[in-house]
Structure formats: C-alpha cells, structure tokens
C-alpha cells in the first residue's frame, strides 16, 4: 500500500506500519541523497564555524567534518547510523555530485590565477615557487622506495613514484589566498609575494599533475605521448583561439555590467563545462580542462570577480562539502592501528614540511629576505589543504595510492595545513618587530 493510500484512510493504518512506510521512503535513493546532503551540510556549517573560532580557516574546519563523518569517528562511534546514511550502494551518486564541485571550485580557483602576473613576477618568486616544486617533489620520490610495498593496486612504481612527489609539491593556492585576507596581509609585501609563489607552483604542479595521470590512465608508453600531444593541443586551442575571442561571444556590454545576466552565465558555464569534457576525454581528468577554461576567462571590468561571486558561493556551500565527506569516506584511520602505520605517517608529514617549508624558506633566504621572513613565506607555501585533497583523490581513483597511503598523506595534508596559522601568527609577530 502506498503512503498517500495510507494517510487517506487513518482507521486502518496502524502508528507503525506509517512509521515503517516513512522510513522506507527515506530509504529510496532520492530521499537517500537528501539526507547526506542534509548531514553533510550540516556538520560541515558546524565544525566549520567551531574552526574559525579557534583562528583556523573554514575550509580546514570542513575538510575536518569530511573524516569525522567517515568510518574514522561516524563509523566508529555508530556503525549502524553510519551504514544507513552512507552505505556503499549510494555512493555514486555522491561521488558525481563531488566531483562536478571539484570542476566548479578548480573554475573558480583558474579565474584567481593572474597569468600576467606570473609571466612578470620576480626573481624571488621564481626561485621561491620553483624550489618548493622542485625539492619537495625529490623528496618525495625518494620517499616512495620506502613505501613502494603500500602502492595501490594498479600502480607501477614509476607512477607511484611520480604521484609521490607531486604530493609533497603541491600548495593550496585558494586556501593560501584566504588565510592572508583573513590575516589582513593580503596587500603586504609578504602577501604579495607568497600569492605571485602559489600561482606559478600550481600552474606547474597541475601541468605535471596531468603529465603523470596521462602516465597511469595509458596502458602503454605511445599512449601517453598520444594523451600528451593531444593536451597540448588543447591548450593551445584554449589560450590562442578560445581566450582572444571569448570577449567578442561575451560582448563589451555585458562584461561591463554590474550583475552578469542568465545568458553571460550560461555562456561561461557551458565553456567551463565543454573544456572540462575534452580534458576527461583526452584522459588527463575533468578538472584540467576546468582550470584553464577559468585562466582563460577575460578579466576586464572585473568580470572575473563577479562570475567568481557566483561559481564560487555556489560550490562553497553545496558541493565542495560533499566532496570533503566523500574523502572522508575513504579515510580509514583505523588502517593506521599500529606504531608502524604512525611511525610512516609521522614521518610523510615532515618530510613534506621539510621539502616545501624548507626549501622555499631556504631560497627566499638566498634571495635576500630576512630569516623570519623566509620561514613565513615557506609556512605559507607549505599550506595544501582543499588541492592537495583534490590530487590524492585522482590517485586514489586511478589505483596508484592504496588506502593506507591514501589515509596517511591526507593527514599530511590536514597537518601542514592547521600548523600554517600558529606558524604563521609566531613568525609574523616576530618579523613586524624585525621590520620596525
């Protein structure tokens, strides 16, 4: 008997039975993914708002909630509640929901990278961005002859090798851009610089990102070059010919307009979309093709800002927290049991901090900083947060990183992301008295 049958005649319909119809309605798959959209939320909001209390960023507090809502604590504590919010069977449609915020967050994330000013950034910030690429990604290599034996399941040793480094290379540019506004050193020397760092270290650590997942996705060495020619291609497409004429489809009208219209929107959703299906399709992953459509977005009368305003609230608040509880899912602490899985744990997290604070700490110097200044540009380079999560997921999906590995190096990610602010707050109280 359907529920509205049931409701029409009260008389026969027992408490029960309407209670076990009820349920069984939140059991469909519809009603399934309202209530972990409903959770996930939630709990995000939540732990989120608790985190900026403590003078941590929001983003860390909702990374945070994504495990605690996994196996790691949810799981843990309730096992049944835990298997009827997120048994396996639903998972799917989480997980195309996540990543369709992925997409969207790395539009947005292209759309703050300014080209022309890492085309004309200074020797600091070359030296820096390239010595926190270039160092940490060795360490990390070498780090994977230690860990070989925990390589996922599909992985070569030169892909698991190559995913290790890039791991430790990678700095959260959108995380980084937070902290210093909500610091107030957005528009300080030292903000300026570690901005100018983080853009050229992503566009470099993405492009060799791509390399390596044209490596793993190709079942042979011709592939990957065929996978490669056919990026570059595409990219070739996106800067000389999509970018030039996007202000002419868009119109000088529109883009100077206050509050864009449904048709400018729909223009600039549809070639973030088209850019992300050709990337998927040439195998090197959605999200590339997502980023650069954003680096390719015209920027005059701030339009980026205002389509930024949009994309942004949107995946902030919706999708990116699904995407944080969907790697939550897949962070089992508990595979970290004994004093050996700790020790390895321990042990990616400073060889992370030591490869990308080190080093960028080391060249800054190098270039004529103060010491106290150095290490604040390498604490803020050492931040990975949201992107370092988006690059072991792709692992992940790719079978390179095994579980274990997987839940150790988001550790390492959530690690070096909270120490930033403690970090940064001692180092920069000490370098404002050196300056003065």
Known sequence: MRLDDQLATPAEASPGALLQSLWSNLDQPLGHLFLQLLVIIAVSRVVGKLFT??????????????ILLGPSLFGLLTPGAFAFVFPPDSLGALKLLSQVGICLFMFA?????????????????????QASIVVPFVFGVGLAYWLADLAGPRATFTGFALFMGISMSITAFPVLARILQERGLSRTPLGALAITCAAINDVAAWAIMAFVVAIARSASLGGAALTLVLALVFIAVMTLAVRPALPRWLGAERLAREEPSSGTLATVVCVAIAAAMCT???GIHALFGAFLAGTVMPDTAGFRDRINAYVERF?????LPLFFAFTGLRTQIGLLGDLAGWALCLLI????????LGAAAVAARLAGMAWRESLALGTLMNTRGLIELIALNIGYDLGILSPRVFTMLVIMALVTTVL?????SWLGARSQRVSA
């Open 53 to 66: 209390r403590i003078g941590l960023p929001e983003v860390v507090g909702e990374m945070t909630a994504g």
């Open 109 to 129: 994330v292209g759309m703050e990278v300014n080209l022309q000013q890492v085309r004309s950034s200074a020797r600091t910030a070359v030296a820096v961005s």
């Open 280 to 282: 998927e399709v040439i």
């Open 315 to 319: 995946s902030s608040v919706l999708l």
């Open 349 to 356: 997290v400073a060889v992370a901090t030591l490869g990308k």
């Open 420 to 424: 930033t602010g403690p970090l940064l």
